[in-house]
């Protein structure tokens, strides 16, 4: 009878290990990838800081544009003087992109305000030479603030900030 309760509570704790282990597994996949996304929008802000240049060419901004949807993409995206206005990343001066796995989206992309603007589009917008940060989505235009982009999957959510006036991104 003894060892019957034994091997009752070992199967138990073993269990209950294995779940939390999988969980965690989930969760810390999930933060990578708000991780990544936070990497794209670091490199993008490193571009405009340090005056890279694309290909030779002097650069007005740097973009991150995100775009809604299951299976979203991001891209991050070099713009010349001249193109200013005119493209949000769908010119061929690709840095980088990528597309989320589907159970990891963004659900919501919200500008703080007074009052809050709520959005499933958002082109981030780095200008050298001091890296200044501004945000353009299906409502506001070159607006600034904190953009929070609150990333939705199965085991929890996860928002990535980015504060216009300091430049900082966190992750949360």
Known sequence: MEMLVVVAIVGVTSLTILTNY??????????????????????AQAGALSGLKYNGA???E???SLRGGVGQTYRACAVEPAEIGVTNCT????????????????KT??????????????????????????FTGDSFTDAGGEL????????????????????RININ
């Open 109 to 134: 992309i919200t500008l703080v305000g007074p009052p809050s603007v709520i959005t499933s589009a958002v082109d981030i917008i780095f200008r050298p030479p001091y890296g200044d940060t501004s």
């Open 91 to 106: 010119n061929n001066k690709t840095i980088e992109s990528g597309t989320f796995p589907a159970d990891f989206n963004a």
């Open 62 to 64: 740097y973009r991150v």
């Open 22 to 43: 999988r969980r965690n597994e989930r969760t810390s996949q999930n933060y990578n990838y708000a991780q990544d996304f936070a990497a794209v929008l670091r490199r």
């Open 58 to 60: 002097d650069v007005a």
């Open 148 to 167: 929070q982009i609150s990333f939705e999957s199965g085991s929890g959510f996860f928002t990535v900030s980015i504060n216009s006036t300091s430049g």
